[in-house]
């Protein structure tokens, strides 16, 4: 696939890397612009392009930015594209966003909200970018960790879910956008590396 990152942090720069490594074309962006890719795009062999380019040809879009970011976004571009958001919020870092802080959206939902028309998948949002990197395995393996996919769009997350396989991970239908808010911090799956079996009681014990 032709696949757009927005972030060049931990996750982002771990997705670019290991995209590129299998194969797919990456084209890398972030709020400081193409100049400050230049290793990142040598290392891995992604294009460093602005986030409007970025965008306009990928046919999958990753987001992992700092939440507060995300309404500077340019909405319009994201209409009709699949969009991986690998974000989360963090008030410390993020600020007071109201329905965030008493958790009566989903972080996602409250992403989708700003990208309307943007089919909207969330998963890497719970993996510590250095496993991410490090511990992928191939299908059938014992132990293989496991990683959960929400979307409202059966198709989207379907393509997802075969990009997180690819990856060496497998995945798990987490339900809705609204039910999101079960992978997020402080829930049971967040950071904890978990089997198929393990992130569905991870997500079935999950409370607001």
């Known amino acids: 696939m032709e696949i757009g990152i927005i972030g060049s942090g931990h996750i982002g720069g771990t997705l670019t890397r290991r995209l590129r490594s299998l194969g797919h074309g990456v084209a890398v962006a972030n709020s400081r612009g193409p100049q400050s890719l230049t290793d990142l795009a040598a290392e891995s062999g992604a294009r460093a392009v602005s986030v409007e380019e970025a965008v306009q040809g990928a046919e999958l879009v990753v987001i992992a930015i700092p939440l507060r970011a995300v309404p500077q976004l340019p909405a319009a571009l994201f209409d009709g594209k699949l969009v991986v958001d690998a974000n989360n919020y963090y008030s410390q870092r993020d600020g007071d966003i109201?329905?965030?802080?008493?958790?009566?959206?989903?972080?996602?939902?409250?992403?989708?909200?700003?990208?309307?028309?943007?089919?909207?998948?969330?998963?890497?949002?719970?993996?510590?970018?250095?496993?991410?990197?490090?511990?992928?395995?191939?299908?059938?393996?014992?132990?293989?960790?496991?990683?959960?996919?929400?979307?409202?769009?059966?198709?989207?997350?379907?393509?997802?879910?075969?990009?997180?396989?690819?990856?060496?991970?497998?995945?798990?239908?987490?339900?809705?956008?609204?039910?999101?808010?079960?992978?997020?911090?402080?829930?049971?799956?967040?950071?904890?590396?978990?089997?198929?079996?393990?992130?569905?009681?991870?997500?079935?014990a999950a409370r607001p």
């Open 98 to 204: 109201p329905e965030l802080l008493d958790r009566s959206l989903s972080s996602s939902r409250w992403t989708a909200d700003h990208l309307k028309g943007a089919r909207v998948v969330k998963v890497f949002n719970n993996i510590q970018a250095a496993h991410l990197m490090d511990q992928g395995k191939p299908a059938g393996t014992a132990g293989r960790i496991a990683l959960p996919v929400a979307a409202d769009d059966a198709d989207a997350k379907r393509i997802v879910m075969g990009l997180v396989d690819e990856l060496g991970f497998d995945p798990v239908d987490a339900g809705t956008l609204d039910e999101s808010w079960r992978q997020q911090p402080d829930t049971p799956v967040y950071g904890t590396d978990r089997d198929a079996d393990g992130v569905r009681e991870g997500l079935a």
